[in-house]
């Protein structure tokens, strides 16, 4: 659930650049299929900027435990 927060993030800047009075809501859904889509459309709730944010530093995170095993490696 948190990429699909930091990607409607990154869709609401888009969108409130060109109208900042929008009125927002998300779709929550794991699957392209009719049944998912219909009961997400029917569903739907606020984006969480929480969740967007965790995305972001779990993202952070992951590339400096990478880089630094990357280093080892290198070292080694």
């Given at each position: 659930?948190?990429?699909g927060e930091?990607?409607?993030y990154e869709v609401i800047e888009v969108c409130t650049a060109a109208n900042s009075r929008l009125d927002i809501w998300r779709a929550f859904f794991?699957?392209?299929i009719d049944r998912e889509i219909h009961e997400a459309v029917q569903l739907l709730g606020r984006p969480n900027k929480l969740f967007a944010d965790v995305w972001m530093q779990d993202k952070e995170i992951d590339l400096?435990?990478?880089?630094?095993?990357?280093?080892?490696?290198?070292c080694c």
């Open positions: 659930m948190t990429e930091n990607i409607a794991s699957a392209l400096h435990i990478g880089a630094s095993f990357a280093r080892f490696r290198q």
